[in-house]
């Protein structure tokens, strides 16, 4: 499972290190240290934080938020596999994001709960590109 630091978390929840760091320390989101002394979040624990931190629960007031070039860089939240299709959620930010694809592209891209990938939004099509 792939983990983040407290800087790369912070980067997709779309708040300061320092916000995140302070979460951390409270409790809010679980961490463990690398070999280094890193502090580290499992992908899946930050994936559900995410979920909570985009439903309100930041506790941040006047943030905001920008979509350069309808780019969202977020975390996958769920994935939803089924005989021809599949259904991906990412939460970036503030922002939850569903695209429905092809099982066969989530396969390739190895998409799977925890991990980085970017939502890239044309008209009413939501792609994912794998980070």
Do not use: C
């Not at 350069?68 to 977020?74: D, K, L, S, T």
């Amino acid at each position: 499972m792939q983990s983040y630091t407290i800087g790369q978390a912070a980067r997709l929840l779309g708040v300061s290190t320092d916000t995140a760091r302070r979460w951390a320390d409270a409790g809010r989101v679980a961490t463990h240290r690398d070999e280094g002394g890193r502090r580290l979040i499992d992908g899946r624990d930050l994936a559900a934080f995410s979920i909570e931190v985009g439903q309100g629960g930041s506790g941040e007031e006047d943030v905001s938020y920008t979509s350069a070039r309808n780019a969202f860089p977020g975390i996958v939240t769920a994935v939803k596999l089924g005989d021809v299709a599949a259904q991906v959620e990412i939460q970036a930010g503030p922002h939850r994001l569903v695209s429905l694809l092809t099982r066969e592209a989530v396969e390739e891209l190895g998409l799977e709960v925890g991990m980085r990938a970017t939502a890239r939004v044309k008209s009413t099509s939501v792609h994912i590109d794998r980070v």
